[in-house]
């Protein structure tokens, strides 16, 4: 009865140590998979002559109160406008003409602006971080901004009306 015990005990040690050691193991893997390849399963966005690669929980592509675009780092069924947890947690990034106006001074994010010169003009891609915003998301966020690339072949931009524009239709500027 002794021996079985022992055989017992060891059995249950062996199967804890070989548990930790898979989930070690498979927690370093994935730490190194992610610093070596940062976009895997990304998807890309094109708008005009510019493509974006966002991570795969982002939403789409919509049109700014502004005038321009915006990409929000949840989808739009996912968002509640209003609420004071979203908020702190929103990442947005706008696509705008250069003559567009940016966040107000007193916005409670951080925006890191960027002017990519595309064939049909410069664009700012405006990235604005909610202060609530962590470390990871926050690098996974300007990792979005800096991946942004222009290409030769595309359509011409048609941007959303603006608010008292002169060309309701939006169209191309």
Not at 36 to 52: E, Q, S, Y
Not at 77 to 100: C, K, N, Q, T
Not at 109 to 133: D, F, K, Q, S
Request: aromatic content about 6%.
């Amino acid at each position: 009865m002794r021996l079985n015990e022992q055989l017992l005990r060891a059995a249950g040690t062996l199967a804890m140590w070989a548990g930790y050691g898979t989930v070690s193991t498979k927690r370093a893997f994935h730490a190194i998979r992610a610093r070596v390849m940062p976009r895997r399963g990304w998807r890309a966005l094109d708008i005009g002559h510019l493509t974006l690669q966002v991570p795969s929980d982002w939403g789409d592509l919509e049109p700014s109160p502004g005038g321009g675009f915006v990409i929000h780092n949840r989808p739009r069924r996912f968002r509640v406008e209003g609420d004071a947890v979203w908020y702190s947690s929103a990442i947005e990034l706008r696509i705008r003409r250069p003559d567009m106006e940016g966040l107000p001074h007193l916005a409670p994010m951080t925006e890191t602006c960027r002017t990519i010169h595309t064939v049909e003009g410069p664009l700012v891609l405006a990235l604005a971080v909610a202060n609530g915003v962590g470390t990871a998301r926050r690098r996974e966020a300007h990792r979005v901004l800096a991946g942004a690339r222009t290409k030769r072949k595309g359509q011409a931009i048609r941007w959303p009306a603006r608010e008292g524009d002169p060309h309701p239709s939006g169209g191309t500027r």
